[in-house]
Nanobody
Framework: EVQLVESGGGSVQAGGSLRLSCVAS????????MAWFRQVPGKKREGVAA????????HYADSVKGRFVISQDNGKNGVYLQMNDLQPEDTAVYYC?????????????????????WGQGTQVTVSS
């Protein structure tokens, strides 16, 4: 059974930075895809960034391009999300998601139904 554990959320002022971490356990080999989603009350879960380990291909939502960076930690079967220049509209619960196994890039990477494992979520709050 794959389990995802997130950490790194918190509260920052606008313009600040946070780094989210998601460590996976239970992988038994092969390629996989991981992504970060976020959700605010009353809205759908939104894809923020994704990576496919088969080719290290990354994807970003337009709203975070140039500010957020997703990266892999293959040694820990994990993924990071470096968030810079945070804005109040980035406030949300951030979730780590994984599709395992994955033999190709997840299409569309923004569809939560394409992922079969989820973390518990971590709160990110950005004040103005």
């Amino acid at each position: 059974e794959v389990q995802l554990v997130e950490s790194g959320g918190g509260s920052v002022q606008a313009g600040g930075s946070l780094r989210l971490s998601c460590v996976a356990s239970g992988y038994t080999g092969g390629t996989y895809a991981m992504a970060w989603f976020r959700q605010v009350p009353g809205k759908k879960r939104e894809g923020v960034a994704a990576v496919y380990t088969g080719g290290a291909r990354t994807h970003y939502a337009d709203s975070v391009k140039g500010r957020f960076v997703i990266s892999q930690d293959n040694g820990k079967n994990g993924v990071y999300l470096q968030m810079n220049d945070l804005q109040p509209e980035d406030t949300a619960v951030y979730y780590c998601a994984a599709r395992y196994p994955a033999h190709r890039v997840v299409v569309p990477w923004t569809d939560p139904d394409e992922y079969n494992y989820w973390g518990q979520g971590t709160q990110v709050t950005v004040s103005s």
